[in-house]
């Protein structure tokens, strides 16, 4: 018996925006969010991609419009026009949270909803396993994650795909095929159709087994990154690794530190690096050469200078700067900030501090390796985490602008975040910027 309230606690108001397919696992969850609507007097939006690449997905997109209008919910879809060369799973992917952010923000929702289920950690642990990666790689995808303004959950991951299409076959729930998804051309549907049937017939329960292994290796994982995160501090300076330092460290610690800089430019695609990419990085550092380089995926190049290793982007000069800030700033990103005596405006273009909270002067600069911001109810926030998070594009991290104080602590990050040092209209504040 499925009980999404088993899974996850509910509260009066929730606004939830559903990532939904029209699929039998996404139909689902819109199904179970439905039954429970008026008790919890939830708000439902229900977000769609279609995908652009079968003629099966115009009939689908209308069967989801429909459905939505007869159920009384907020109905939001897009349409991928075209892709580029990259891996179209991932691509595809970005594209689908990045819709689903903006209409997260776009109704103040507390929690975007996808009907990831059971067999999905499987095939992802299993990929991973397969693959090479770290421990947060080999953890799979967690049930709930902190995207600092809502969170991303998938309260189905006790159940398997069987489990929800029987729910549908018992609540009458239409929903659709997608042919593509048994494909042999797709790494997924190989583990899917050859190597899951296997490990269910040796436990039907599988799934919950891979559950517990991802939640250990996830905890383990917390405890990782603050030791890796103590490390980063000593050994990478101004975005350059320092490698006398670097070899100081534990072995393990070592490779996190080595996956936390590729990440940086890879962010989560399950394709393009694994653990022979370590092994390159690592050989290159050990190496007796005193300039020797290694070409990476995406045209990344890693160069070492003596004792100095560094990570760029082949086509892009990586240019830094570092300006206090005046009346009027203008950026090498072609946009400004200025201070201002009068501002209306509320959004994370502008910055409202009080300069007794903060020391003095403020500094505008582009990132560097380490980088937090304090956020308002949510402890500290890496700066290279809230550009994954914001999708802000490689090309354009370089240049974005960060506001510090005299003291380094980060105090704004223009047109993306707000620290908890920014001030409420209704507050005491001496200081207005605007970013433009």
């Known amino acids: 018996m499925i009980s999404i309230e088993d899974d996850f606690t509910f509260h009066k108001g929730d606004s939830i925006v559903v990532g939904c397919s029209a699929g039998p696992d996404s139909m689902a969850l819109v199904d179970m969010l439905l039954k429970i609507r008026e008790k919890y007097n939830l708000s439902l939006i229900v977000a769609h991609v ?14 989801l419009r429909n459905y939505c209008e007869k159920h009384h919910i907020m109905f939001e879809g897009m349409i991928i026009t075209e892709y580029g060369d990259d891996n179209f799973h991932n691509e595809a992917r970005n594209i689908r949270y990045d819709f689903f952010e903006k209409i997260v923000h776009k109704y103040q929702a507390n929690y975007l909803m996808t009907a990831h289920h059971g067999d999905d950690l499987v095939e992802t642990i299993l990929m991973r396993i397969t693959r090479g990666s ?12 902190d995207m600092g303004d809502y969170q991303i959950v998938r309260p189905l991951l006790n159940y398997t795909k069987q489990e929800l299409e029987e729910y549908d076959k018992k609540n009458h729930v239409m929903y659709y095929i997608d042919d593509s998804n048994m494909k042999d051309k797709y790494t997924r549907n190989r583990y899917r159709k050859y190597i899951l049937p296997f490990l269910k017939e040796e436990d039907p329960n599988i799934h919950l087994k891979y559950l517990k292994f991802s939640t250990v290796l996830s905890e383990a994982n917390q405890f990782i990154e603050h030791e890796r995160d103590k490390a980063l501090k000593k050994v990478i300076h101004k975005d350059v690794l320092d490698i006398l330092a670097f070899k100081e460290l534990d072995p393990f610690i070592q490779k996190e530190v080595l996956y936390y800089m590729l990440d940086e430019f890879y962010q989560d695609d399950l394709i393009l690096i694994n653990d022979k990419h370590i092994e390159l990085l690592l050989n290159l550092i050990y190496s007796n050469r005193a300039n020797a380089f290694v070409n990476l995926p995406n045209e ?66 582009t990132r560097r390796f380490g980088d937090r911001m304090a956020v308002k109810g949510n402890g500290t926030k890496k700066i290279k985490d809230i550009f994954i998070d914001k ?46």
């Open 134 to 145: 770290n421990l947060n790689g080999y953890s799979g995808f967690k049930k709930i994650v």
């Open 50 to 63: 279609n995908h652009n690449l079968r003629k099966q997905s115009v009939q689908e997109e209308e069967y």
């Open 391 to 436: 999708k802000v594009k490689l090309s354009d991290r370089d240049l974005w602008p960060v506001v510090v104080d005299a003291k380094g602590v980060v105090v704004w990050l223009p047109g993306l975040k707000k620290s908890k040092y920014d001030k409420k209209k209704t507050e005491k504040y001496d200081i207005i910027l605007k970013y433009s």
């Open 300 to 365: 990344v190049i890693a160069t070492k200078t003596y004792q100095e290793l560094e990570l760029k982007k082949v086509t892009t000069e990586i240019t830094t700067y570092e300006v206090e800030l005046s009346k009027y700033v203008e950026l090498p990103n072609h946009h400004v900030i200025e201070q201002l005596d009068e501002l209306s405006g509320t959004g994370n273009d502008t910055c409202r501090l009080l300069s007794s909270e903060i020391s003095l002067p403020l500094t505008v600069r």
